[in-house]
């Protein structure tokens, strides 16, 4: 069963440096959050460096030294310690996804 929240996202830009996703969150069960266009207007970006050492359970350390950062989706309907939680749930996968394949996706949907 599906409780109407997700995250859409793919790469923006990559290069020698960074990795930037645009990402859509919504969330169907509040107004205003729908987002039924897909408005991806949040942005996700990785220093390639968290890719090299990567620890996709301690992934929070990489915020804080600002090797990953967020700005948060106007469609941010709860955020966590000032980050849109449906990014924070993205950043997650995207490690847990290349720890797995050793590949960084180009796009990546999470649907609740």
Same mark, same amino acid.
């Given at each position: 069963?599906?409780?109407?929240?997700?995250? =859409? @996202?793919?790469?923006l830009?990559?290069?020698? =440096?960074? /990795?930037?996703?645009?990402?859509?969150?919504?969330?169907?069960?509040?107004?205003?959050?729908?987002? =039924?266009?897909?408005?991806?207007?949040?942005? /996700?970006? !990785?220093?390639?460096?968290c !890719?090299?050492?990567?620890?996709?359970?301690?992934?929070?350390?990489?915020?804080?030294?600002?090797l990953?950062? /967020? =700005?948060?989706?106007?469609?941010?309907?709860?955020? @966590?310690?000032?980050?849109?939680?449906? @990014?924070?749930?993205?950043i997650?996968? /995207?490690?847990?996804k290349?720890?797995?394949?050793?590949?960084?996706?180009?796009k990546?949907?999470?649907?609740?």
């Amino acid at each position: 069963m599906k409780i109407g929240t997700g995250i =859409e @996202a793919e790469i923006l830009l990559i290069d020698d =440096e960074s /990795v930037i996703y645009k990402y859509a969150s919504y969330n169907k069960n509040i107004a205003g959050y729908a987002n =039924e266009r897909m408005l991806a207007d949040g942005l /996700v970006s !990785f220093k390639r460096s968290c !890719f090299k050492n990567y620890d996709c359970i301690n992934y929070p350390k990489y915020l804080k030294k600002g090797l990953i950062k /967020v =700005e948060n989706s106007f469609n941010c309907w709860y955020e @966590a310690d000032g980050y849109d939680t449906m @990014a924070l749930k993205f950043i997650g996968r /995207v490690m847990e996804k290349y720890r797995m394949e050793h590949t960084i996706p180009q796009k990546l949907a999470i649907h609740y």
